[in-house]
């Protein structure tokens, strides 16, 4: 199953904090989480985070704002609804638009990259790396809000799709 993703995060070249995280999988399930752990106060003096990522986040009211821990445990249960102890071809493909950071911050989620659960891939794939293999470089707009990481992944997606879509026409 392919999982598209997105997070939004503060990072300082040291650390990587996670803001948010939106994923939607290929049969069309979506996960949504705010990160209520985050260092707001450092979030706060970032100025670019302040005007691109947090006009978009839901009210701290919402039910989207979790533990990290919580959020954490239920990304592994929505990335791996039914895995066993073995690797299976159901196992999650993970996709990313520039996925490095992405993939980092899903990882520390866990811990280390050593504790990523058994089943999620220690690699993102990166839909941008895509482009450059296939060579469509036309793509869609967003048709969301950029910097909601559930918007973004619900484009990472769509850019997916519109390229192998462009790759079976050629």
Not at 118 to 146: C, F, H
Request: hydrophobic share 40%; charged share 25%.
């Amino acid at each position: 199953m392919r999982y598209f993703y997105d997070t939004e995060f503060h990072e300082d070249g040291t650390t990587i904090d996670l803001i948010s995280i939106g994923i939607v999988a290929e049969d069309g399930r979506e996960y949504y989480a705010v990160n209520k752990d985050a260092d707001w106060d450092r979030i706060a003096d970032h100025q670019w985070l302040m005007w691109n990522v947090i006009p978009h986040l839901p009210l701290m009211t919402d039910p989207a704002w979790k533990p990290k821990a919580q959020i954490a445990r239920e990304v592994k249960e929505f990335l791996l609804p039914a895995h066993g102890p073995r690797p299976t071809p159901d196992d999650p493909e993970l996709w990313a638009w520039f996925c490095s950071y992405d993939h980092v911050v899903l990882a520390q989620l866990f811990g280390t990259m050593m504790d990523l659960p058994q089943g999620i891939p220690m690699y993102t794939n990166d839909v941008r790396s895509l482009v450059d293999w296939t060579g469509v470089e036309r793509l869609p707009k967003q048709a969301g809000t950029e910097h909601d990481a559930l918007a973004d992944a619900q484009h990472v997606k769509t850019m997916y799709e519109d390229i192998i879509r462009a790759q079976a026409d050629q």
